[in-house]
């Protein structure tokens, strides 16, 4: 999606200068850390009498202390903060700003198998399923059903994609118990196209239903075995 990719980019670009930033006052501050620790063995050798640090060593230890204190140190947390502050863009930062894009959360799924494949073909159906409850996980970049549980069935998507309108799902279920002695497969590949109900929205409020329908495949000449329509209606 146009919106969130230049979006990303943009915030990005924010958190690598604001890095850079704290790299140079974090090098300020720790090339003066390094100073006090080189003058207080300084100090600690004349004091006692001691060489911890003499003429031939000094200049070796004090290499050490700025490549560690001077730039591994400054360089390692700004490289923290940088990497922190794209892991929160990309899972949360654009939910505060494109809500209208936001479908991650907890949904209720009704199905109804209008179709079925047999030997003698299609036949009628209006097999209502029971509503089972998915969770989307969505990034900035990517989204996906996270391993849902119906009474009769788990599913999961395989890949996923969405846009401001449409949301797909390349997915697997699998059946067991009752629905496999009525005559379900073990387990399915299928296919969902969602459309985004937009209606009655705000530009800033989530979306709070979808509607579509989906197609199981054989996995060997991927013919469709099933058919129909499902419903998604946001859990609040």
């Known amino acids: 999606m146009r919106e969130l990719k230049d979006y ?3 915030r990005k670009g924010y958190a690598l200068l604001f890095c850079i930033a704290c790299w140079v ?14 003058c207080f063995f300084d100090k ?11 003429e031939n060593n000094k200049s070796f230890y004090s290499y050490i202390l700025n490549l560690l204190i001077g730039f591994v140190t400054p360089t390692s947390i700004a490289t923290f903060i940088y990497f922190s502050l794209l892991n929160y863009i990309d899972k949360k ?31 009628a159906s209006n097999i209502k399923s029971v509503p089972s409850y998915v969770e989307i996980d969505q990034t900035c970049h990517t989204i996906k059903i996270l391993p849902s549980m119906g009474d009769f069935f788990t599913w999961r998507s395989l890949s996923a994609d969405w846009d401001n309108a449409n949301l797909t799902i390349l997915y697997k279920v699998e059946y067991f118990g009752l629905l496999q002695e009525q005559g379900y497969p073990e ?5 969902e196209s969602m459309q985004i109900d937009t209606s009655n929205l705000s530009d800033r ?32």
Not at 97 to 121: C, R, V
Request: net charge positive.
């Open 8 to 10: 990303y980019e943009k």
């Open 25 to 38: 006052i974090l090098a300020f501050v720790f090339y003066h850390i390094n100073d006090g620790i080189l």
């Open 44 to 54: 600690l050798s004349t004091d006692t009498k001691i060489a911890i640090i003499n």
């Open 93 to 123: 930062g654009w939910k505060k700003h494109f809500p209208q894009y936001n479908l991650s959360g907890k949904w209720k799924d009704t199905t109804i198998y209008t179709k079925g494949l047999d030997n003698t073909g299609w036949i």
């Open 187 to 191: 387990n399915r590949i299928g296919y």
């Open 205 to 236: 409020q989530r979306p709070y239903k979808m509607v579509g329908k989906f197609w199981h495949c054989v996995a060997d000449d991927g013919k469709p075995i099933y058919m129909g329509d499902v419903t998604y209606e946001r859990e609040t």
